[in-house]
């Protein structure tokens, strides 16, 4: 990520988080209106103002975002590829699962996506399978099983998405490596945005998360 002394601390405002899930044709459904619940569950809507984008295409987010002058943390709740090719002749890179502006699927490689998130968030939470796992993986997921099948397609070395967001300049990302279930996702993130909420450091706030993880397994 960026130098510790670049990385901005938190402000005096409540949390401002955008959250946006994608659930193209085919893709097996994720139940992301329980995990956006959790959120406001653990939060309290006095503590936090959520704006949800519910088209599920980037484009659309990156206008909405435009609009608001921005949001400190971004929240992506799809399916991910760890190995996608644009073109047969390029390499495979790491990609989530969006919608078009039809509703169609719309692979999104990590540089397009850092692009389109402006202004900048201070974090972005990237709850999709596989998203912390680089295209050197064992094998990747397809967006109708929802896990890691057959061999992988990408080149020996590659940056996971969540490693790429970064490299291409976003604060902080959090990913999921492997495949995870809605349950698991719904317990961080509520237990992430709950400390968050109350201005705690990020990294303090994800390693609570994950003890709540922990405990809830």
Do not use: K
Request: aromatic share 4%.
């Amino acid at each position: 990520g960026a130098p510790a002394g670049e990385r901005p601390r938190p402000d005096g405002f409540r949390l401002g988080l955008a959250f946006m899930a994608s659930s193209p044709p085919g893709a097996r459904e994720l139940d992301f209106e329980a995990e956006e619940a959790a959120i406001l569950a653990a939060v309290g809507e006095s503590h936090i103002d959520l704006v949800v984008e519910d088209t599920g295409d980037p484009v659309q987010l990156s206008s909405r975002l435009s609009g608001l002058g921005g949001m400190p943390a971004v929240h992506l709740s799809c399916h991910g590829l760890n190995s996608w090719q644009a073109r047969a002749a390029n390499p495979g890179v790491p990609a989530l699962i969006m919608e078009d502006d039809v509703g169609g699927s719309r692979p999104t490689a990590a540089e397009e996506l850092a692009r389109l998130l402006v202004p900048g968030p201070r974090l972005v939470f990237v709850s999709a399978c596989l998203t912390a796992t680089g295209p050197d993986a064992t094998g990747r997921l397809t967006p109708s099983e929802g896990r890691r099948v057959g061999p992988d397609t990408g080149g020996p070395v590659a940056h996971s998405l969540a490693t790429a967001l970064v490299s291409a300049g976003v604060s902080a990302v959090i990913g999921w490596d492997g495949s995870v279930g809605d349950l698991s996702a719904t317990v961080f993130a509520g237990r992430l945005y709950q400390r968050l909420a109350d201005r705690e450091d990020l990294a303090s706030a994800v390693g609570d998360a994950r003890q709540a993880l922990l405990e809830s397994i």
